[in-house]
C-alpha cells in the first residue's frame, strides 16, 4: 500500500464524479469545481419531507391579489405534505445565494406552472421564509415582497415579533454600536464580505454560517473538508491504495453528509463499496432541537 494520501487527487476523483452527476446542466456553470457545484445544488435546494409551518400575522393581515394568496396556500400545503418545492425556488446556475448563506432565509416565487417551460413564472412578488439550520423540519412564512430585499434586516423583527423563540435561537452573545443599513450589507456582500443581521436593538444574529470570499457557502466547505477526513480514514483502516483505486461514484445527503462511495482498482477492476454511517456527523444542522 502507497501511505501517500493526496487530498488532492480524492477530489479530482469527486470532481469527475459529479461531473456525471451535474450532466447536461456542465454548460451552465462559469466553475469547473464540479464537486462544490454538486454541494452547492442540495444546499440551496430545500429537501422534500413533511415539515411544520408558521405563518407571520403580516402574511395573514396582508391584502394579497387572489392569485398570490393561492400560491401561498400551495406552497403551504406542499411543504406539510413534503412534497418538492424547488421548482419555486430562484434558478441557480452560477448564482450564490447570498441572503441564504447569511439570513438562511429562502424566497419563493408565486407565478403558475408553464407547461410549454415546465417551469414555475417568475413573479415579481416573492414569499420570504426562513428555514432554521438547526432543525428543518419547521419552516417560517415571514413576509411577501418585492424582490430585492435580499438584505432585508426587518424581515428579523418580523421574526422576533412573530416567533421571539427563534430569535433566542439565534442570537449571538455579541452586540454592537454599529448597525449597518442595508445598503452597507448589499455594498459588503458585493465583494464577499460577511455581515451578520442585527435586530433594532443592535443584538447581533447569527441565521446561519456565512459565505467565504470566493462567495461559496462556508458550509459546502465545511462538508468538503470532513468529507475528505472521512474518505482518508476508510482508506487508511482498509489499507486502500490511493493510487491503484478510484473513486467511480458517492452518495450524499441532503444534508450534505457523505452516506457511501463505491471504488474501482485501476489494476483488476474490482469494486467495493463503502458506507459512512458509522461516521453521523451532520455539520450542516448539527443539533435538532424541536
Known amino acids: 500500500m502507497d501511505n501517500n494520501f493526496s487530498y488532492e487527487e480524492i477530489i479530482a476523483q469527486l470532481n469527475k464524479c459529479a461531473e456525471k452527476k451535474l450532466k447536461k446542466e456542465l454548460l451552465k456553470y462559469k466553475s ?46 406542499k411543504l406539510k405534505k413534503g412534497e418538492d418545492v424547488n421548482p419555486l425556488l430562484s434558478k441557480r446556475f452560477d448564482n450564490n445565494d447570498k441572503m441564504l448563506s447569511s439570513f438562511g432565509i429562502h424566497h419563493f416565487h408565486l407565478g403558475e406552472y408553464l ?16 428555514l432554521p439550520y438547526y432543525n428543518d423540519n419547521l419552516i417560517y412564512f415571514i413576509d ?63 441565521p446561519n454560517f456565512g459565505y467565504a470570499i470566493d462567495g461559496n457557502p462556508i458550509n459546502v466547505y465545511h462538508c468538503v473538508i470532513q468529507i475528505k477526513k472521512q474518505i482518508k480514514l476508510v482508506y487508511k483502516k482498509n489499507h486502500i491504495d490511493i493510487h491503484d483505486m478510484e473513486i467511480i461514484d458517492f452518495k450524499i445527503s441532503n444534508s450534505l453528509i457523505l452516506e457511501k462511495i463505491i471504488i474501482k482498482s485501476k489494476t483488476s477492476g474490482n469494486e467495493n463499496v463503502y458506507f459512512f454511517n458509522q461516521y453521523p456527523i451532520n455539520l450542516l444542522y448539527p443539533s435538532q432541537p424541536s
Not at 415546465?118 to 420570504?128: A, F, K, V
Open 115 to 130: 407547461k410549454n417551460k415546465q417551469e414555475y413564472n417568475r413573479t415579481r412578488e416573492l414569499l420570504y421564509c426562513f
Open 144 to 206: 411577501i415582497l418585492p424582490h430585492k430585499q435580499w438584505c432585508n434586516q426587518e424581515l428579523f423583527n418580523i421574526i422576533q415579533k412573530n416567533w421571539p423563540d427563534v430569535i433566542d435561537y439565534i442570537k449571538s452573545p455579541l452586540e454592537t454600536d454599529i448597525l449597518y443599513t442595508d445598503k452597507n450589507i448589499k455594498d459588503l456582500r458585493d465583494v464577499n464580505i460577511n455581515i451578520m443581521p442585527c435586530l433594532k436593538t443592535g443584538e447581533i444574529l447569527m
Open 32 to 77: 469547473k469545481d464540479y464537486f462544490i457545484e454538486y454541494l452547492k445544488e442540495i444546499y440551496f435546494s430545500i429537501p422534500a419531507k413533511p415539515r411544520k409551518v408558521f405563518i407571520s400575522k403580516e402574511i395573514k393581515e396582508r391584502i394579497l391579489d387572489k392569485k398570490i394568496r393561492k400560491a401561498v396556500n400551495k406552497i403551504e400545503y
